[in-house]
């Protein structure tokens, strides 16, 4: 035999090597995105239990953009917006799941309650048909599914048909009779006398929970929150400290005894619990923040920013870090601190919504509304339902005249998220526009003391929950002025005195805004104090020297005491100090 090929035998077996090379490369051009895909998805589920939400939803975004059939994905995508709040984008992920996995049970649990929740609030019959449909799933996949049958007596019971009640009741016992020591089912009776109004019903059923099992940390807390609305506030305290002694390494659990503390106001009890639930992930990122969150909330900004630097120096991975770290700076009045953190994140990932939301809210506060709305359309291209997106959109598009643009937008909030504090601000600020002086000030005094109840959580972030309640006492204390001005006497004082106050109240929370004085100024002339409305403008461009409104308001205030030409020098003076801006 010929050991040495022939020219054309060596032809065909090039051309068979080309080809193996091709299909490889072809091979592992199919197998990255695979690769790719699973790492997302593996990063996601590791952020879930490291519960860094934020972080987890975007990494099963990165998932779901690779393969949108992936259900284990969708799955924790619903997961990360059920801790986010952001409930029409859970309820969509959970329709996603159900749909690309059928046997996924607790989907299907959950987005049922989401359609009883949902049916509760607006009494739209298709949320009920669609609950007991999956209900009915459920039971029929596992005819001894407690949290099958407790959901079915809700619909039941929402139904309100002959002996609904009766039958409601009924059903989530037997529920408790396939497992008495099912702490769960108890919970479900508990609440399903509440609907009813039977208080004494539902804690002789708190009360049998924590006796059936009294380790357990949910009948503790559940116990302690019913105490909590009956206003049995020191009980209460008690339930949530008998919590966190049975189930110490719980993080839920020492977060409701931490923010129990913080909306009661017992800050040093509060101190010590966020300790508490920081400590248990001091390792981690994450567990510092918690307790760095807490001094933003009570206004140690600069403990605040001290732990969040040092976050940023060991982790500086940890996004929601430098997101963080910006809000502070911005709320101390450090622009450049902030504008730092928002260049570091969007060197990382162009699009990253926490960055373009920091940098839309510095253009805002800078009067570069325009440029704003372009950070808030690209965050909505991403996440058209995105809750932050359509609220800073709404309010950027209200600041710049586009009333109705800015309308539909809330609108869409108020849809979505109904629940959602800072989407009651624009609606507020509509009444006020529109002359509804005493509406204005009623939903601003109910927005303020439902804040007063809240605790930093997920996307409503200290400096966020801080925002809104200064521009809520801003809108309250405008209202209050309206009203003075329309009034006489001492009824004008009155309200004067109350829009002072939240004025003030405003600028303690707020002492580098421009705005703050700007009212100040308002109100000073509301009571023909011209020197004290000088020197709240005058403070006001101290911090902004180009400030929209404290301008406008300057020569409002030297049109009403005809001295105009010294208000041009001094604005002609601004401009020359501002060549940039001129």
Not at 17 to 37: D, I, R, T
Not at 282 to 299: H, I, M, N, Q, S
Request: net charge neutral; hydrophobic share 40%.
């Amino acid at each position: 035999m010929n050991l040495q090929e022939c020219p054309r035998a060596r032809r065909v077996r090039a051309l068979l090597a080309v080809l193996l090379v091709s299909v490889a490369a072809f091979a592992a051009g199919c197998s990255n995105p695979e690769k790719a895909k699973a790492e997302h998805l593996s990063r996601g589920e590791a952020f879930l239990k490291e519960r860094r939400w934020q972080e987890a939803s975007l990494e099963f975004r990165n998932a779901i953009q690779i393969d949108d059939s992936l259900a284990a994905a969708h799955w924790g995508l619903a997961q990360s917006y059920e801790q986010l709040g952001r409930i029409s984008e859970y309820v969509e992920e959970l329709k996603r799941t159900i749909k690309l996995d059928p046997s996924n049970i607790m989907a299907r649990l959950k987005l049922a309650n989401g359609y009883l929740f949902g049916y509760a609030r607006d009494k739209n019959q298709e949320y009920l048909a669609e609950a007991e449909r999956l209900a009915n799933e459920v039971l029929a996949r596992d005819a001894r599914n407690p949290d099958g049958h407790i959901l079915l007596a809700n619909i039941i019971y929402f139904k309100s048909g002959p002996d609904a009640a009766k039958q409601a009741e009924e059903k989530i016992n037997y529920a408790i009779s396939l497992d008495p020591q099912r702490v769960e089912s108890y919970m479900g009776l508990a609440r399903l006398y509440i609907q009813m109004n039977r208080q004494g019903d539902a804690e002789a059923i708190y009360k049998k929970a924590v006796s059936v099992n009294d380790r357990s940390s949910l009948a503790h807390i559940e116990y302690g929150k019913f105490l909590t609305q009956t206003s049995r506030v020191a009980d209460a305290e008690s339930e949530f400290r008998k919590a966190v002694e049975v189930d110490p390494e719980n993080r839920d659990v020492i977060w409701v005894l931490a923010s129990y503390y913080l909306v009661n106001n017992k800050l040093d009890k509060a101190e010590e619990a966020y300790k508490a639930w920081a400590k248990l992930d001091w390792d981690k990122p994450e567990g510092r923040a918690r307790l760095a969150d807490f001094y933003a909330t009570v206004g140690r900004f600069d403990e605040a920013a001290a732990h969040y630097q040092e976050i940023v120096k060991t982790s500086p991975d940890y996004t929601r870090g430098h997101y963080r770290l910006g809000e502070i700076s911005l709320q101390r009045g450090d622009t450049a601190g902030a504008s730092v953190q928002v260049e570091d994140l969007l060197k990382r990932n162009a699009k990253d919504p926490d960055a373009l939301f920091l940098r839309a809210r510095m253009r805002v506060a800078s009067g570069k509304v325009k440029d704003a709305i372009a950070d808030l359309k690209a965050v909505l291209d991403q996440e058209p339902r995105s809750r932050l997106g359509l609220y800073f959109m709404s309010d950027a598009l209200y600041r710049d005249g586009q009333f109705e643009q800015a309308r539909a937008r809330a609108g869409e909030l108020e849809r979505y998220y109904q629940d959602f504090l800072p989407a009651k601000l624009l609606q507020t600020q509509i009444n006020l526009d529109s002359g509804d002086y005493d509406s204005a000030r009623r939903m601003a005094d109910d927005l303020l003391k439902r804040l007063a109840e809240t605790a930093p959580s997920g996307e409503q972030t200290p400096q966020l929950l801080a925002d809104v309640k200064n521009n809520a006492l801003l809108l309250r204390g405008k209202a209050s002025l309206r009203l003075g001005q329309q009034a006489g006497g001492a009824d004008a004082s009155k309200h004067f005195a109350s829009a002072r106050a939240d004025f003030e109240t405003a600028r303690s929370i707020a002492p580098n805004s421009p705005l703050v004085y700007v009212n100040l100024a308002d109100a000073a002339a509301s009571e023909s104090k011209a020197d004290e409305a000088q020197q709240q403008l005058e403070r006001a461009l101290s911090i902004d020297r180009t400030n929209f409104q404290a301008l406008t308001a300057l020569i409002n205030l030297g049109s009403a005491l005809r001295q105009l030409d010294q208000v041009r020098s001094r604005i002609e003076q601004l401009a020359g100090e501002q060549p940039n801006n001129a």
